[in-house]
Each structure stands twice: as C-alpha cells, then as structure tokens.
C-alpha cells in the first residue's frame, strides 16, 4: 500500500472514535485531510467540528461541515490529529504542518485525544524529526542559542524565501540533533523559555489512543 493509502485507511478508522451528536476536534495535515472527507459522509451525525488551522477550517466548510470557534465550546469530545513522531506511551512530535499552538489547545480542551499516523511514525525516542517550536519572531536567536546549548541546531522556517508566518502571526523554529529520552519534562522546561509560544512536544496533551496504517490493516495502540 501506498502511504497516500495507509493515511486514507485511518482516515476511515477514525470516524468509529466520533463521538455521535458531539463536537469534534479536528487537527491538521494530509492525514488528517483523509479524515475530512471521510467526516463528511457522516456529518449529519455530529453536531459540527472545532479546527486547529485555517486550513482544516476551509476544508472542512468547503463540505458543508459546521465549525465552531474554541470559545464557543465548553468541552470537545474526541480530538482527531496526525503526529510528525509517537513513542510507545502515546507521546508526540508534531508542528510539521505549522498549526502546533491550535492544535495543543484543541487537544488541551478534548476528553480524548486520538492520533492517526501510517506505521512510520511510531518511534523508539523522540527527536529524529525536526522538532518544531512556535516563537515571537523577536526572540528567535535567543532561543536559537538555548537549544545549541542542549546540543540542538535550530533553523529559522521558511516558506518562499521568507520567514514562514503561522495563523498566529509568529515564527517557527525546526530544531535538529535533539534525543528527548524525557518528553514530559523537556516539554515543561521549553514551554517555560520567553518567547517560545509552543514547543512541538505533546507529552501533557498526550494521545490516549493511536491508530496506525499497516499494510497489514489499521493497528490500535492504547496508552
């Protein structure tokens, strides 16, 4: 299979994690794409959907899918999102697709958080994908020179030849060469640095459930 194919599969799987008459919590990327249009076909049993990206939000009305803003909701059922890295207890690398900080929030007001990835994704120890972090454009360098510190090579995000700009209006950071043997406390520390908006590990905002593409169908794992 494809691994356009092992995303489109859990894609579908997610829809028996929706919760029916509820809000769901949608996150952002291809996968989660897969996810969308499968949503669509059963978007009269949900009451509509909170989205972590301008992206997924247009995607998601573009099939006639209600979204409700966070403030307008109280609590998010099931939370449905893609993860760049998960490690064996349901701990995540994610900002690849640059909307970390709404997906975090959406996480962070969901009962539950259901992560959908092809097989390639699940790894020993964090840190082989660039680990992305949301900053003030202003503190950049600053921040730069804290993870070098930690033996980490940070780089500045671009798109076009220009800083890349998130839908929160700050930059990211894509941090290479760090081995996260703790995501909890690496996660509690960075948060604390001035300037960082988000740091890319969700180690309190974990997943509870994964479901993952194999060639040999969708495999459940349960943290």
């Known amino acids: 299979m494809t691994q356009d194919e092992l995303k489109a599969m859990v894609g579908r799987a997610a829809l028996d994690h929706v919760v029916a008459g509820a809000i769901v919590g949608v996150g952002t990327g291809s996968t989660v794409n897969k996810f969308i249009d499968a949503l669509a076909g059963i978007q009269d049993r949900i009451a509509g959907a909170v989205s972590s990206s301008e992206a997924s939000t247009a995607r998601l009305k573009g099939l006639g899918i209600r979204v409700f803003d966070c403030n307008e909701v109280d609590e998010i059922a099931v939370y449905i999102d893609g993860a760049d890295e998960i490690d064996g207890q349901g701990h995540m690398v994610k900002g690849g697709g640059a909307a970390l900080t709404r997906e975090k929030i959406v996480a962070a007001q969901s009962r539950r958080f259901v992560c959908i990835a092809d097989e390639s994704k699940l790894v020993g120890r964090l840190g082989a994908f660039p680990l992305p972090v949301e900053v003030v454009p202003m503190a950049a360098r600053r921040i730069a020179r804290q993870f070098a510190a930690l033996g980490g090579e940070a780089t500045l995000r671009l798109k076009d030849g220009r800083p890349l700009v998130t839908d929160n ?45 194999t060639p040999a169908g969708v495999r459940t794992l349960v943290f």
Do not use: Y
């Open 169 to 213: 209006g700050q930059h990211i950071l894509d941090v290479r060469g760090l081995a996260i043997a703790d995501p909890l406390a690496f996660e509690s520390e960075v948060n604390q640095w001035p300037g960082v908006v988000t740091v890319g590990v969700f180690a309190h905002q974990k997943a509870q459930v994964c479901l993952l593409g």
